[in-house]
């Protein structure tokens, strides 16, 4: 979508010269984005600038955004589609980076700011699934923010968004494959996500891509945890 910010680059003031180039280019439009994206692989190609420093230094830009009030939901946009490419491990190969910058909880807390609006949040599942990748410290971090209830919180909130429920239920479903330790940090419990699926798939019939993810979910479910009584129940009976 087209999203822009007018005076953005008085927000980006006092963070310095990397860092306050993000945070003025996270507030323009995607053409706005690509520019940043070609850049940025110029510096890396010829390592003028270590990997782990444009990945703090884009963590920094997100300071920025919370001083932008009306727009602020605009820029947590973009930052977050950022940080979703610049986890391309062909193109830039900054995701270990950006977790090591704190780049998860940047984009919890961004989710968090912004509650009502659906394209942040999907944005925020994306981002945070692409940082995440099959990084244990990137699920570590994951589990630190709680991100397993802001992506909750995020279907509850946006029950007809399809393409946030789809993305949505499809990273719950990740979370029966955590060691129970993790799975207890995060506060996941497979029951709220069992649900979730099933709220998705009779709200969404219309959505083959939908319907797909959350019977392989739901495969998942049960495949691990032999849990066929509780897709039952709530009208699921057919599902098992």
Known sequence: PLRTVPAAGAAAEGLGA??????????????????VMRLVAQLLENEVIPRATIADRFATSASSIAGWSLHGAAAAWGWLSLARQLCDPKAYGLGDHLVQAGCIRVAAGLMEQHPGDASVQLKGVEAMSSII??????????????GIKLIESAMQTHPEDTTLQT???KALSCGIQWPQD??????????????????????????????AEALSALAGYLD????????KTSGGEGLV
Do not use: P
């Not at 990397?18 to 520019?35: D, M, T, Y």
């Not at 691990?224 to 897709?231: N, V």
């Open 18 to 35: 990397l860092a306050g180039f993000f945070a003025a280019a996270v507030a323009w439009e995607s053409a706005c984005h690509r520019s």
């Open 133 to 146: 990748g099959n990084r244990v410290a990137g699920l570590d971090a994951f589990a630190e923010v709680e």
């Open 167 to 169: 993305k949505g239920l």
């Open 182 to 211: 993790l799975q207890e940090k995060a506060g996941y419990t497979y029951t709220r996500a069992v649900d979730l699926t099933k709220q998705a798939m009779a709200r969404h019939g219309d959505s083959a891509e939908l319907q």
């Open 224 to 231: 691990k945890l032999h849990c066929a009584e509780e897709i």
